[in-house]
């Protein structure tokens, strides 16, 4: 079975502070992928990253980072001097290998408040 | 570039009426997917479509029933409406063989009053 759990139900922190998202994922596919999506206030689901089962390589976009670890299964979200517009439910989430059930599935999502 | 298209946005319904979503995907996307969101909880997976036919189904409720048509838009027919039913309704596309690039819609809220 696939689960994504996100355990941070609400976070927040001061303005220009760093904060970072934590999601564990369980699966028994050996090729997987790992998403992270911001929803705002509006409600849309806003694309952040991709990351497949095979690609443990960091990334860093801006003041965002991702760190995959294979070992914990774990992909983890740092924002780096946060903004007040980053404010908004941040959403993991878990997709498999085409041919095995194309659905998503998301962690319960972690609500992040950036206070000015 | 062109993305998935869900429409009303917003759509506000009596108990025990019926209410239709659209969605229509990417061009090229033969494979689309519905998702509930209900207040302070994540998107869950209803039912998909790939070339017209269901291809899986999730908690979607009896009442429910979708369809997928040749333009590839698939709309999302809701009858005996619940208050419980009142969520955000997310359309996604894809290709089959790329479930990875997944698009989401912008969403349809549902109110049921």
């Known amino acids: 079975a696939q689960k994504v759990t996100q355990a941070q139900t609400e976070i927040s922190v001061v303005e220009k502070e760093d904060v970072t998202l934590d999601c564990v994922y369980e699966?028994?596919?050996?090729?997987?992928?790992l998403f992270w999506y911001k929803q705002p206030p509006s409600g849309e689901l806003v694309f952040l990253i991709r990351?497949?089962?095979?690609?443990?390589q960091n990334e860093i976009s801006g003041r965002y980072s991702w760190n995959f670890q294979k070992s914990t299964s774990s992909f983890n979200f740092t924002i780096t001097a946060s903004q007040v517009v980053d404010s908004a439910v941040y959403f993991c989430?878990?997709?498999?290998?085409?041919?095995?059930?194309?659905?998503?599935?998301f962690g319960t999502g972690t609500s992040l408040t950036v206070i000015p | 570039a062109a993305g998935v298209i869900q429409s009303p946005r917003h759509l506000i319904k009596e108990k025990r009426e019926t209410a239709t979503l659209k969605c229509y995907p990417i061009?090229?996307?033969?494979?689309v997917y519905w998702y509930q969101q209900g207040p302070g909880q994540d998107p869950q997976f209803l039912i998909s479509f790939y070339e017209k036919m269901q291809s899986d189904k999730g908690s979607i409720p009896d009442r429910f029933s979708a369809q997928q048509f040749s333009d590839y838009h698939s709309e999302l027919n809701m009858s005996s409406l619940e208050l419980g039913d009142s969520a955000l309704y997310f359309c996604a596309s894809s290709l089959r063989l790329a479930p990875d690039t997944q698009y989401f819609g912008p969403g349809t809220r549902l109110t049921v009053l």
């Open positions: 990351r497949n089962s095979f690609d443990e």
């Open positions: 989430a878990l997709g498999r290998r085409p041919n095995t059930g194309n659905q998503f599935y």
């Open positions: 699966t028994r596919d050996t090729t997987y992928y």
């Open positions: 061009p090229r996307h033969d494979t």
